[in-house]
């Protein structure tokens, strides 16, 4: 159940860096029994959820608009990752996966959650920057803020089910995978009819 916790939340950074970075900080101040571990508190300081709600504002912004949504993925290709690295070692509870202090990463193999969470997120991240740009080709970039809306939901989504629900977050992870191969194989269908000869 905590890998589901963890890999549900590394997939929202995926999607969106902030989503799960701000939820988490919510969550653990206004959710009674939801508790981070000690040494990631510091996302529900008053400090953290400013940075992470404007950040998040930001990114919700940017992300629906054509061509700035790319502009946007390829500096989230950084950041993205981190994020994920950041909230499945927040968010895995289980004394074997998580990072009670994040000051002990290189300690007793405490970094493996870490890099399980930025691989996680950054395969999210490639699917979405590499299935953008065939909606905003095909629509003119109308589609961008309706894709981008459905991402965010669907950030929003698995965090909130990867905390409350783990089985339903690995159920919308599968949707998401299954989502993205339609996608990826209509853009290989496109390229293809667009390289073939005319007869």
């Known amino acids: ?5 963890g ?8 999607l969106n860096a902030w989503m799960p970075l701000f939820a988490l900080g919510l969550i653990d101040r206004f959710v009674a029994g939801f508790e981070l571990p000690a040494g990631w508190a510091w996302l529900s300081s008053d400090l953290a959820l400013w940075i992470t709600g404007i950040l998040l504002v930001v990114e919700i912004i940017a992300d629906k608009v054509p061509a700035v949504d790319s502009v946007n993925d390829v500096i989230q290709t950084v950041i993205r990752p981190a994020s994920g690295g950041v909230v499945f070692g927040a968010g895995a509870g289980a004394e074997a ?3 009670e202090d994040p000051t002990t990463l290189l300690a007793d193999n405490a970094w493996v959650p870490v890099v399980i969470g930025v691989v996680i997120a950054l395969a999210v991240h490639v699917l979405k920057a590499v299935a953008r740009p065939l909606a905003n080709v ?12 459905a991402e965010d939901v669907s950030s929003l989504g698995l965090v909130v089910a990867a905390i409350f629900a783990p089985l339903i977050a690995l159920l919308l992870l599968i949707a998401l995978v299954i989502v993205a191969v339609v996608l990826l194989r209509r853009r290989g269908r496109l390229r293809a009819e667009r390289t073939e000869p005319a007869t």
């Open 1 to 5: 159940m905590e890998f589901l916790v």
């Open 7 to 14: 890999t549900g939340l590394a997939a929202a950074a995926g």
């Open 97 to 99: 996966l998580r990072l």
């Open 138 to 149: 095909a629509t003119g970039g109308l589609a961008a803020p309706v894709v981008s809306t």
